[in-house]
């Protein structure tokens, strides 16, 4: 069997990846020559290769961009490297209609850090969180089979965390006005019980969801505060404001001027 065949039969059995070690297997023929068939295949646009040894098969109209949508392989593509990941920020908030412009990467939350990922005109951006398996998810259907993404409540956790991944405090109170509609009490709530001690990104998404208009989601939020002792904080690091203006009720030094873009 030729690499050509071995691909058409990936392709009749709606697989659109493979690996070095795959194809080897198969084709029965040294590493040297399979490797050398690899990049006729990839000179021509027809393969590419975001990490070593993995491998994308491109349908024509994805050969332009030099890769296929990172939505439809990061799952196997995390598998393959062994990495436990949800899909985050505003990428997650893209899959729930919630972010008001197209994100130009997929955001990915994984364990440890990593570089990013740059595949023909496709960027993978790696975000790091160490307590991403307490962190609720769930699967989500794509063109190409399965994600694992945050869920809204965990989505809403992340883009007040890391408000520098997600454009700035601004665009992250314009994706939480449209992420509300998907958001849950009582998933919310939970999502405070697991959290333990930290109550940093609750004072945050508190304020944050009191400026978007959602009171039932800001309460529950609350609620969880009045039964501790918390101390001040800045609303976000980078701010633009030289002298905040202090939130009472969230103990919160509002740094940053918020605008919702329409």
Same mark, same amino acid.
């Given at each position: 069997m030729r690499l050509a065949d071995y691909i058409k039969n990936r392709q009749s059995k709606?697989? *659109?990846y493979f690996?070095? @070690?795959? $194809?080897?297997?198969?084709?029965?023929?040294?590493?040297?020559?399979?490797?050398?068939?690899?990049?006729? *295949?990839?000179?021509?646009? @027809?393969? $590419?290769?975001p990490v070593r040894g993995f491998h994308l098969i491109l349908p024509p109209e994805h050969q332009k961009q030099g890769?296929?949508?990172?939505?439809?392989?990061?799952?196997e593509l995390a598998s393959y490297l062994d990495l436990p990941y949800?899909?985050?920020l505003l990428s997650a908030g893209s899959i729930y209609g919630a972010a008001h412009q197209k994100p130009q990467v997929l955001q990915v939350m994984i364990p440890a850090k990593r570089l990013p990922i740059k595949c023909g005109q496709v960027v993978i951006q790696w975000v790091t969180n160490k307590q991403l398996s307490s962190m609720p998810t769930q699967k989500?259907?794509?063109?190409?089979?399965?994600?694992?993404?945050?869920t809204p409540e965990v989505t809403a956790k992340d883009l007040v965390t890391y408000p520098h991944r997600a454009a700035g405090m601004s665009n992250v109170v314009t994706v939480l006005?449209?992420?509300?509609?998907?958001?849950r009490v009582k998933e919310l709530k939970a999502l405070i019980n697991s959290s333990g001690k930290r109550l940093?990104?609750?004072?945050?998404?508190?304020?944050c969801l009191d400026f978007v208009g959602e009171k039932k989601l800001s309460q529950a939020l609350?609620?969880?505060?009045?039964?501790?002792?918390?101390s001040s904080i800045l609303l976000c690091s980078r701010g633009s404001i030289t002298t905040p203006i202090f939130n009472k009720k969230w103990r919160l030094y509002v740094n940053d001027q918020l605008e919702i873009d329409e």
């Amino acid at each position: 069997m030729r690499l050509a065949d071995y691909i058409k039969n990936r392709q009749s059995k709606g697989y *659109f990846y493979f690996t070095t @070690e795959q $194809a080897q297997t198969a084709l029965g023929v040294s590493i040297a020559a399979l490797r050398a068939a690899i990049r006729r *295949f990839q000179q021509r646009g @027809e393969l $590419a290769e975001p990490v070593r040894g993995f491998h994308l098969i491109l349908p024509p109209e994805h050969q332009k961009q030099g890769c296929l949508p990172a939505l439809y392989f990061i799952d196997e593509l995390a598998s393959y490297l062994d990495l436990p990941y949800y899909v985050c920020l505003l990428s997650a908030g893209s899959i729930y209609g919630a972010a008001h412009q197209k994100p130009q990467v997929l955001q990915v939350m994984i364990p440890a850090k990593r570089l990013p990922i740059k595949c023909g005109q496709v960027v993978i951006q790696w975000v790091t969180n160490k307590q991403l398996s307490s962190m609720p998810t769930q699967k989500i259907k794509t063109d190409y089979g399965y994600v694992i993404a945050s869920t809204p409540e965990v989505t809403a956790k992340d883009l007040v965390t890391y408000p520098h991944r997600a454009a700035g405090m601004s665009n992250v109170v314009t994706v939480l006005s449209e992420l509300v509609d998907k958001m849950r009490v009582k998933e919310l709530k939970a999502l405070i019980n697991s959290s333990g001690k930290r109550l940093n990104w609750i004072q945050r998404l508190g304020y944050c969801l009191d400026f978007v208009g959602e009171k039932k989601l800001s309460q529950a939020l609350y609620e969880r505060l009045k039964q501790s002792r918390f101390s001040s904080i800045l609303l976000c690091s980078r701010g633009s404001i030289t002298t905040p203006i202090f939130n009472k009720k969230w103990r919160l030094y509002v740094n940053d001027q918020l605008e919702i873009d329409e």
